[in-house]
């Protein structure tokens, strides 16, 4: 939430700016919003103990990929790296969130292993890079030029 409050903020102090980065950030905002498991038990839904629970957080981020490419799809991820960024961290949760429901729900494993210390790391982090990459708008890890370096884009 955050971020998008920044990004309305910092959009009305220039209003010519580009709006790219906000509209992400409110996508990212009530996507989270509606998958919040607090806020779904409190409007009745116990998510955390539902067979489905990673799948549909997998689904919401495969939605929210997709919503976030429409809104970035005329901006080249060298004047936008918040499209790479947040690309990168919703495809690496999704992957997540399916891993974790094939381990607990197919599987039926519910004895703590490496993968789940994984998971819980991983998901954290690609939260957190999502978040700065959206305050920032900045290649702060690098990804744009590795992506760059990667489709023959830099020859150095």
């Not at 990004?7 to 209003?15: E, F, G, L, R, Y």
């Not at 009530?30 to 607090?38: A, E, I, N």
């Not at 992506?147 to 020859?155: A, F, I, S, T």
Request: aromatic share 14%.
């Amino acid at each position: 939430m955050m971020a998008f409050l920044y990004n309305v903020v910092k959009k009305s102090s220039a209003p010519s700016s580009d709006p790219s980065v906000m509209w992400m950030s409110l996508a990212i905002f009530l996507s989270y919003l509606v998958s919040d498991p607090l806020l779904n038990l409190s409007l009745g839904v116990d998510m955390m103990y539902s067979y489905y629970s990673y799948s549909i957080w997998a689904i919401c981020d495969l939605f929210l990929l997709v919503v976030i490419l429409l809104i970035a799809k005329n901006k080249s991820i060298k004047n936008c790296p918040a499209k790479l960024y947040l690309s990168i961290g919703l495809t690496v949760n999704m992957l997540l969130f399916i891993g974790m429901h094939i381990d607990v729900s197919i599987v039926n494993r519910f004895e703590p292993w490496w993968f789940w210390k994984v998971y819980s790391v991983t998901v954290n982090i690609m939260d957190v890079m999502m978040i700065i990459a959206l305050l920032c708008n900045k290649d702060f890890l690098g990804l744009v030029r590795g992506y760059n370096r990667l489709r023959g884009l830099n020859k150095h």
